[in-house]
């Protein structure tokens, strides 16, 4: 019978006969840190952070996070848990037909959106315009998902993640708009670390990432909120299914389940051993339409922005809130009994009181945040919903 240690090597023997040449390979994965790793441990690189993100407090505050639609009472829309398990999902199916590693892909996917704030990218926009005027630059989901599991979680000592899961979550970026992805390699963490100071210092900053996996989580991305907002857009009666532009629908469907499996399957045929991965150019441009109706009819839609100001002020109010406890030595505020006193050292001689509040902020669920809110406030959208 053969041991443990024997039998993770018999994997990765696997994956080198199983996976594309261009695929990453589990005995690939890169630490800052080196560890000591247990002879019965007998999990591979990619595998190990899929279990490390999972068993992050802040994979578990996932479930109260808003993806689109927030203060909604409604429990069958979306919220940020299952789009990651979407983008999972999807994004291991591309991966399978084009024999990639589906750990990474899991990894890159289930922390891609760790970083999100309270109520979505309303709450992201609200805390990058604070933390720019605090001197700390602009704050952007991506680089405070690699934050969290980097330099946050465990105490501020972090989950010591693969370069190649944290490089897949930076560059996600499944906003923008790409028909065709090859991955930028030889990326080490010095190059990472660089490239997260230039993108806070300049959000337009395109980045691209240095597997294949990396770039099919960032295509499905796209593929996993696309059709799916306009289901939640058709249910809340935002938008109706007749509103879809026609050149979209003739090549995707008018449905969810259609959109998934056309843009799927396009992915899967334009990327079979190829060096990158790409739409054709006809669904590419019949998906850039979409996503510029989700756009018009759907994001910026006043419907679903009526408490867009109160929301605002909230985070104002809170930002202000804890920096002055933090000055003042307020040991009874929250942000000291529920964040500042679990932390390392390390943690706290490497960050400003500006950024000990933006972690706090960005990691609350939205429940919590409105826990922490002046009752007048609370009550007021409690009462619109």
Not at 75 to 100: C, E, M, N, P, Y
Not at 289 to 311: E, G, H, R, T, V
Request: hydrophobic residues 35%.
């Amino acid at each position: 019978m053969r041991n443990i240690k024997e039998m993770t090597n018999a994997l990765n023997a696997i994956e080198s006969q199983r996976f594309s040449p261009l695929a990453t390979q589990s005995h690939s994965g890169v630490r800052r840190r080196n560890e000591e790793r247990l002879d019965s441990d007998y999990r591979q690189a990619f595998s190990l952070d899929v279990d490390r993100i999972l068993h992050s407090r802040a994979y578990a505050r996932y479930i109260d996070k808003t993806q689109v639609f927030y203060l909604i009472p409604n429990d069958h829309i979306t919220h940020r848990v299952l789009h990651v398990q979407l983008v999972s999902k999807i994004a291991r199916t591309i991966g399978r037909f084009l024999h990639l590693n589906e750990d990474l892909i899991e990894a890159i996917a289930l922390g891609h959106d760790i970083g999100h704030t309270p109520f979505g990218h309303d709450g992201e926009r609200f805390l990058s315009d604070i933390c720019r005027e605090k001197g700390i630059g602009f704050f952007l989901h991506n680089i405070q998902s690699v934050q969290f599991l980097d330099r946050v979680e465990r105490s501020g000592t972090g989950w010591n993640l693969c370069l190649q899961t944290l490089d897949g979550i930076l560059c996600h970026d499944g906003e923008i708009h790409n028909r065709l992805l090859e991955p930028l390699y030889n990326k080490s963490f010095d190059s990472f670390d660089k490239e997260i100071e230039n993108k806070k210092a300049n959000p337009t900053l395109c980045l691209t990432p240095m597997t294949l996996e990396g770039c099919v989580v960032r295509m499905a991305d796209t593929i996993s909120y696309i059709g799916r907002d306009i289901e939640d857009a058709i249910r809340l009666g935002i938008i109706r299914r007749t509103d879809l532009p026609n050149r979209s629908v003739r090549l995707l469907g008018d449905t969810n389940g259609a959109i998934v499996y056309s843009l799927v399957t396009d992915v899967i045929e334009n990327s079979v051993d190829q060096s990158h991965v790409a739409f054709s150019r006809p669904v590419s441009e019949a998906l850039k339409a979409l996503k510029q109706f989700n756009l018009d009819q759907i994001y910026l839609n006043p419907l679903i922005k009526k408490n867009y100001n109160d929301i605002q002020r909230l985070f104002e109010f809170l930002f202000e809130q804890y920096l002055n406890d933090i000055k003042q030595g307020n040991q009874s505020s929250v942000i000291f009994s529920a964040f500042l006193q679990s932390k390392s050292d390390k943690y706290l001689i490497s960050h400003q009181p500006e950024e000990f509040v933006r972690d706090f902020i960005a990691g609350m669920t939205d429940r919590f945040f409105l826990r922490q809110c002046p009752q007048e406030i609370k009550s007021k959208l409690q009462s619109g919903i």
